[in-house]
């Protein structure tokens, strides 16, 4: 029907909507609305030179998007992109599911991009004292620390993997996260772990089981 073998058409979307406000969020020192606006309308004019045709095609117009997204990273300085890749990558690895449960269960609670921050610490040190939900705060902080204790505990099967003269399957392993968490970029979120989750849960239970050992001798 549309003449393309793509899964999806959801460049457009991601990139106008999120990928660039994230990065312009931080560059311009703007609230996210405000870069996500800039965005669309920036968006819009670029499509005014494109034939409808090719606009009406959602898969086509994919590839205009994925174009708009190089154009637009010639104004963004290298660290600001390396930046905003490396937060998707903390939000991605360190994200709770209660976030994720909380937007499933419609919880009322201050969004995330709307704590506007100098750095990812001090987004996250707001969300989490300064929300609205005094309770999912707290919740959330608990969920922080316990995700947190699980990472730690995970870099432990490092042992493992060299004890076992194993390290090129751990290099293997690692190397398939960070090409995930590199495709997801600044969108990071705990939803975008379900790929790799099977490798953390993997590194936590060798890493858990290290630790047993250690406390048994």
Known sequence: MYDSYSLSASKAPNIVGWYIPIIDQKFSNISFKEA???????????????????????FTQDKYAFDFFIKSF????????TY????????????????????????????FSSKQSKSIFQQIEKYIFKNENKTYG???????LTIFLVRIISLLSLKFFLNKKNISIFIFLSLMIMVNLFLIG????????????????????????????????
Request: no cysteine; proline share 4%; charged share 25%.
């Open 74 to 81: 010639e104004k963004f300085p290298l660290y600001e992109i």
């Open 138 to 144: 707290i919740l959330l902080f608990i969920s922080l």
């Open 36 to 58: 996500a606006k800039k965005s669309k309308e920036r968006w819009q004019i670029y499509k005014s030179n494109i034939e409808d045709k090719d606009m009406d095609n959602l």
């Open 186 to 217: 600044p969108l990071g979120s705990a939803r975008y772990r379900v790929f790799i989750d099977p490798i953390l849960i993997l590194f936590f239970s060798i890493g858990f089981e290290q630790l047993l050992k250690y406390y048994k001798k």
């Open 84 to 111: 905003t890749w490396t937060y998707g990558a903390l939000k991605t690895i360190f994200t709770p599911g209660l976030v994720e449960l909380s937007y499933w269960m419609k919880i009322k609670k201050t969004n």
